[in-house]
């Protein structure tokens, strides 16, 4: 309540409408699962495009498990490129990662240069950030020299006589940046690094030069410049070739070489970097070890074979005429990365992070409210094999998940290589309202082997989905649409074999001839009939969601009429726009939703407890399952 303690003119701001309720998105999905690169804790990463997923998380070549036999496709890779190509416009990754037992996980996994038992020590590190075969990758550096940046100017600017005092200063080099120095006399040239102090005698600021350690006594190392001849600012452009069918290259061009200067390698590709993006875009990490300053890390960068004739980089980086860029170009490849072992309930269930709070697996998604479509691609791969106990406890901690989190459904896979029978079974442990079931396989072209291989069908579905949502409405069942990428499925069903599986709440993929193939299907895998469809499960979530978002701000106002008949009116008006934009069953207002909120909705217990209890209903559109056209013979005089 504003105060009127002196007289005047009072100008106040006051609302005359009413609250809004914003329908929230429905068609943000996330995906578990092994991936070959990419970061194994913290909060998951939204991600746009296929072309984000193999930046991050590497690309679609088959995943190398130590103890698996044989290679395995990428499912989530895969998954992530058909989501896209479905529909799909907004992806969540959780990458799973396993570590063997009695392993380093600091280091386990994660490509190195040099190893372990390389003489001598050249004295930095280069390693892949995260751990996984994809960082091995090839890193080339070419190192270059600008122009002479030393210029000779008198000491008083306004003194222009002949035999004028002079000195000598920097036109184009910064407080330490690295650079490459020149006394006069052959051989002289060094390697400095360049420092900014105040000269007290001249009473100015000033640069002078220094080869050593920056906590050493000043007056021991710097040098000055009116006893060079030539001062060139080195720099280094780094390319990263990722390796694999498809491997791409990032670069970086123009870093330097002083731990402290905003542009170096130091920084650039710090193993702690200072942001998300960095974290999760720059692959390399560059670890400098004993070496303290930029003079120091040139030279042992430069000390390096160089890619042409194998002779130290160093060598040539004053060629006359200038030598090309192979001879002033070292190359390394990083070696020693791993998939881990294939990872199992436990990394998919995931942990908290302890001290660090970077949660893992299923857990880094609680913190991420708007996912509302959940999946596990792979995650069944091998359920009718030795991955069975792993398969069914992987599915159950989806569907724990998306009971906890409430507003979100699970796309859930058969196994590879069942029968009607065996997934059957597999459906028959399973009893929720919130995930769906879908069979069989898809068969698509891989461009990794280029040849046809069979992929879970939830990484198409979710894309399907998404479209779903984008094109029509959370309202309307995703099913009877086509399935871009698919060439074929792991089975051919017909009719009957439908008809056995529908009623138990198994969707399944058909193929229809003329039409293509088609997801066939929109049931949960729930026993309660009142949520057997799939759209009204997500309808539901998509409504209550959106009512938990609109009405936060009603929290703590008094609890009286006007409260209520705020958040009645509020409630009540973004259900009339679901009833005018076709979303719910009825032909006018009332048949389809009512709104109470007054003293009948609660009790005199409820308002001591501070508890507003507003009663909502609402009659959801389910899907034209069965659609019937009953046909008899007429004659031609009967009337219809």
Request: proline content about 7%.
């Amino acid at each position: 309540m504003p105060e009127y303690l002196a007289p005047g003119v009072y100008v106040e701001e006051v609302s005359f409408r009413q609250k809004t309720i914003e329908g929230v998105s429905t068609s943000t999905t996330g995906f578990i699962g092994p991936t070959r690169f990419g970061p194994l804790a913290g909060e998951p990463e939204l991600i746009t495009s296929f072309t984000d997923f193999e930046r991050i998380y590497g690309g679609i070549d088959q995943l190398e498990f130590e103890d698996e036999p044989l290679p395995m496709d990428n499912h989530v890779a895969h998954a992530a490129r058909t989501f896209f190509t479905e529909g799909g416009q907004r992806l969540y990754i959780a990458r799973t990662y396993a570590f063997p037992v009695e392993t380093d996980e600091d280091v386990f996994g994660r490509s190195v240069w040099p190893d372990a038992t390389l003489s001598p020590d050249p004295g930095f590190v280069l390693r892949a950030r995260f751990p996984g075969r994809a960082g091995d990758f090839t890193v080339s550096m070419t190192f270059r020299l600008g122009e002479n940046v030393l210029r000779t100017e008198p000491v008083d600017p306004s003194d222009s006589s002949p035999g004028a005092p002079t000195h000598q200063i920097l036109r184009g080099a910064q407080p330490l940046d690295t650079v490459w120095v020149e006394a006069g006399s052959p051989g002289s040239a060094q390697l400095y690094w360049v420092e900014r102090f105040f000269d007290v005698p001249a009473g100015r600021w000033t640069h002078r030069l220094r080869d050593d350690d920056p906590a050493n006594d000043p007056a021991t190392g710097p040098v000055a410049l009116d006893d060079v001849t030539s001062v060139r600012v080195l720099t280094v452009g780094v390319v990263v070739s990722r390796m694999g069918k498809f491997g791409d290259e990032q670069s970086w061009e123009g870093l330097t070489f002083h731990p402290d200067h905003l542009q170096s390698l130091s920084r650039v590709f710090d193993p702690q970097p200072p942001n998300a993006s960095a974290y999760l875009r720059v692959p390399l990490t560059f670890e400098r070890l004993a070496l303290t300053n930029g003079a120091d890390i040139a030279g042992a960068l430069m000390a390096q074979d160089n890619v042409l004739d194998g002779t130290p980089v160093i060598d040539h980086l004053t060629d006359v005429p200038p030598s090309s860029d192979a001879l002033r170009t070292m190359r390394k490849r990083l070696e020693g990365g791993s998939d881990g072992d294939r990872p199992g309930p436990g990394e998919y269930e995931g942990d908290d992070g302890g001290a660090s709070g970077e949660k893992s697996g299923l857990k880094a998604f609680e913190d991420v409210e708007e996912i509302s479509i959940l999946a596990g691609p792979g995650s069944t791969f091998g359920l009718e094999g030795t991955y069975t106990a792993e398969a069914q406890t992987i599915t159950r901690l989806l569907i724990a998940h998306c009971e906890l989190m409430r507003y979100r459904v699970a796309v859930l896979d058969s196994g590879d290589a069942q029968t009607l029978g065996n997934v059957r079974n597999f459906r028959a442990g399973i009893d929720t309202t919130r995930a769906a079931l879908y069979y069989p396989w898809v068969r698509v072209f891989d461009p990794f082997t280029e040849r046809e291989i069979h992929l879970p069908p939830s990484g198409f579905v979710s894309g399907i989905y998404a479209r779903n949502d984008v094109d029509r409405g959370v309202h309307k069942a995703p099913a009877n649409e086509v399935i871009r990428l698919a060439t074929g499925f792991e089975l051919l069903l017909n009719k009957g074999q439908q008809d056995v599986l529908n009623p138990e709440g198994v969707n399944c993929l058909r193929w229809f001839e003329g039409r293509g193939f088609r997801v066939w299907g929109a049931r949960t895998a729930s026993s309660d009939p009142e949520w057997k469809y799939l759209n009204v499960r997500r309808y539901f979530a998509y409504v209550e969601r959106s009512i938990d978002k609109g009405t936060q701000w009603a929290v703590f106002e008094p609890n009286g009429p006007e409260l209520w008949s705020n958040v009645r009116s509020t409630v009540e008006d973004f259900l009339f726009n679901e009833f005018s934009n076709g979303r719910l069953l009825g032909t006018k207002p009332e048949e389809a939703f009512f709104v109470r909120c007054d003293r009948t909705t609660m009790t005199q217990n409820d308002l001591d407890n501070g508890r507003m209890v507003c009663l909502v209903g609402i009659a959801p559109l389910r899907p034209a399952e069965f659609v019937i056209f009953r046909i008899g013979q007429k004659t031609a005089d009967a009337r219809a």
